[in-house]
Each structure stands twice: as C-alpha cells, then as structure tokens.
C-alpha cells in the first residue's frame, strides 16, 4: 500500500518532530504542518479551518522517553 503524501511527510519529518514536538499534537495537510497543540480537537480544528474539505492527519508526536524499551 503507497502512503499518502501526508504520511510520507511525517516519515521524513519524524525525527525533527520529535526533537521539536514531543509530547504534542501535530496536524498535517498536503504534506504541510499546519497546527501544533495541547489536544487532537484543538490541532484538527485549526486544521479544518484552513483545509475545510480535507481530513488531516492528526498525531501525538512521542516523546524520547516513549521509545525506551524495557526488557
């Protein structure tokens, strides 16, 4: 299955999103970040405002802390 252009940019941007937004939401539409907030509604809704007829893709960015592994 091909990813969307908006999930191709997340894959790209991964790192940098995480150095930058750990812990928060972030929205991205046409392969642009568009919002970056405390919740998913708050991120979507800005979002929407500019894209009304686009769904974006919302996501929690994790934390470093989140990719620990304990075995």
């Known amino acids: 299955m ?10 790209e941007h991964f790192e940098e999103l995480v150095e930058k937004y750990a812990g ?3 929205a991205v539409v046409k392969g642009e970040l ?3 907030g405390e919740s998913a509604g708050e991120v979507e809704r800005i979002a929407r405002e500019k894209y009304p007829d686009i769904i974006p893709s919302v996501l929690l ?5 989140d990719f620990v592994c304990v075995l």
Not at 61 to 65: A, C, I, L
């Open 2 to 11: 091909a990813m969307t252009q908006d999930q191709r940019w997340i894959h």
């Open 24 to 26: 928060k939401y972030v």
């Open 61 to 65: 960015v994790p934390r470093p802390e």
């Open 34 to 36: 568009i919002a970056i």
